[in-house]
């Protein structure tokens, strides 16, 4: 099969199954798309590449966490691997690491990011997010792609944090709706 053949429910029973080579195909499937994220997130090939290989780590140890009636499962994987990220931005070490960032580093994201985002799964969520009304798409942008917390985002954006949550939530309803 190919990777954009499976069903929601074979890729959720592939997590759950415990067996390594059904992970092989979700790793195949997801990381490209995940990976693009962690790029986003914590601007740099290694970092990004090191958070991918622990988010599925994590992903594979808290399987039995998942539940397909919250959202789908690359929602969900998208969810682990974001918070690995920004754990990883907030920490001291990430902060004196990024003091010494150079310009190399920066031409070299810049050349994976471009090639990542041909990505088809994600291909399909930039497409979703772009056909968001302009106030949902810029806080989907924020807090899933560039990594705000919804706080962070009211203090940006100088709006309240309820409204922050209220459109957040409204525009991945409406997401859902389209998938």
């Given at each position: 099969?190919?990777?954009s053949?499976?069903?929601?429910?074979?890729?959720?029973?592939?997590?759950?199954?415990?067996?390594?080579?059904?992970?092989?195909?979700?790793?195949?499937?997801?990381?490209?798309?995940?990976?693009?994220?962690?790029?986003?997130?914590?601007?740099?090939?290694?970092q990004?590449?090191?958070?991918?290989?622990?988010?599925?780590?994590k992903?594979?140890?808290?399987?039995?966490?998942?539940?397909?009636?919250?959202?789908?499962l690359?929602?969900?994987?998208?969810?682990v691997?974001?918070?690995l990220?920004?754990?990883?931005?907030?920490?001291?070490?990430?902060?004196?690491k990024?003091?010494?960032f150079?310009?190399?580093?920066?031409?070299?994201?810049?050349?994976r990011?471009?090639?990542?985002?041909?990505?088809?799964?994600a291909?399909?969520?930039?497409?979703l997010?772009?056909?968001?009304e302009?106030?949902?798409?810029?806080?989907i942008?924020?807090?899933?792609?560039?990594?705000?917390?919804?706080?962070?985002?009211?203090?940006?954006?100088?709006?309240?944090?309820?409204?922050?949550?209220?459109?957040?939530?409204?525009?991945?309803?409406?997401?859902?709706?389209?998938?």
């Amino acid at each position: 099969m190919s990777k954009s053949s499976y069903t929601e429910l074979q890729l959720q029973d592939m997590l759950h199954s415990g067996d390594p080579a059904q992970f092989q195909i979700l790793y195949d499937r997801f990381s490209d798309a995940l990976y693009g994220i962690l790029l986003r997130i914590v601007h740099e090939e290694e970092q990004a590449e090191d958070l991918l290989q622990e988010a599925f780590l994590k992903i594979w140890q808290q399987a039995s966490k998942y539940n397909g009636e919250k959202g789908t499962l690359f929602t969900w994987m998208l969810n682990v691997t974001r918070n690995l990220a920004l754990d990883k931005l907030r920490s001291a070490e990430y902060s004196r690491k990024q003091q010494t960032f150079s310009l190399d580093d920066n031409v070299s994201t810049i050349d994976r990011s471009s090639s990542v985002n041909h990505n088809e799964q994600a291909a399909e969520v930039v497409e979703l997010v772009s056909k968001l009304e302009p106030h949902h798409k810029q806080l989907i942008e924020m807090v899933y792609i560039q990594g705000y917390t919804q706080a962070e985002v009211a203090d940006i954006l100088a709006i309240p944090l309820g409204t922050v949550k209220t459109r957040i939530r409204s525009a991945l309803q409406h997401l859902r709706s389209q998938v």
